[in-house]
T-cell receptor, first 112, second 115 residues
Framework: QKEVEQNSGPLSVPEGAIASLNCTYS??????FFWYRQYSGKSPELIMS????GDKEDGRFTAQLNKASQYVSLLIRDSQPSDSATYLC????????????FGTGTQLKVEL | DGGITQSPKYLFRKEGQNVTLSCEQN?????MYWYRQDPGQGLRLIYY???????QKGDIAEGYSVSREKKESFPLTVTSAQKNPTAFYLC??????????????FGEGSRLTVL
């Protein structure tokens, strides 16, 4: 089982809809989880971090964490064409120190 | 402006040649990282360094080498031993605290193509 799993997509949503991006992980001891956004040909940028079970909201973005189910999600409300990108889920493995382990990413396409 | 500079942005290499990718940061960050990204793949860690003159192998270090002689610089050499070197290479840095918050600062990447 991969340490971090994401559906590669593409996930297509209409403009204004809610985009839901999902990530599962295998290391039950992981405590820190992150979402990065990567535009085509560009470098990733951190958009959300979450450490506790529940929801964390930042503007149009909401990160959700369920440690019992080993599941992290990112919701994007009122999706815009500028949100079209690949979203990478990342975490720090137990004993991983300060190294991030990334999933393969989900490509999101927001259509007009 | 503070940031991470990678060069070259595009690089072509013949099989059997070693190439060195440059990564320089002026953020005064202690930790630096090299990741490789293949199409449809996430980022895979090649090497990382938490302090000057010290570095550790990541998940896919075979065929690569690094040095960390200065805090600002973390060059990556792709050797001829790397069997499939064509990829997008990303350098990143962080503070010790930033690493735990997931806050990596990335350079713009170097795209290596083996001819």
């Amino acid at each position: 089982q991969k340490e971090v799993e994401q559906n590669s997509g593409p996930l297509s949503v209409p403009e204004g809809a809610i985009a839901s991006l999902n990530c599962t992980y295998s290391d039950r001891g992981s405590q820190s989880f992150f979402w990065y956004r990567q535009y085509s040909g560009k470098s990733p940028e951190l958009i959300m971090s979450i450490y506790s079970n529940g929801d964390k909201e930042d503007g149009r973005f909401t990160a959700q964490l369920n440690k019992a189910s080993q599941y992290v999600s990112l919701l994007i409300r009122d999706s815009q064409p500028s949100d079209s990108a690949t979203y990478l889920c990342a975490l720090i493995l137990t004993g991983g120190g300060n190294k991030l382990t990334f999933g393969t990413g989900t490509q999101l396409k927001v259509e007009l | 402006d503070g940031g991470i500079t990678q060069s070259p942005k595009y690089l072509f290499r013949k099989e059997g040649q070693n190439v060195t990718l440059s990564c320089e940061q002026n953020l005064n960050h202690d930790a630096m990282y090299w990741y490789r990204q293949d199409p449809g793949q996430g980022l895979r860690l090649i090497y990382y360094s938490q302090i000057v003159n010290d570095f550790q192998k990541g998940d896919i270090a075979e065929g690569y080498s690094v040095s960390r002689e200065k805090k600002e610089s973390f060059p990556l050499t792709v050797t001829s031993a790397q069997k499939n070197p064509t990829a997008f290479y990303l350098c990143a840095s962080s503070t010790p605290q930033g690493a735990h918050t997931g806050e990596l600062f990335f350079g713009e990447g170097s795209r290596l193509t083996v001819l």
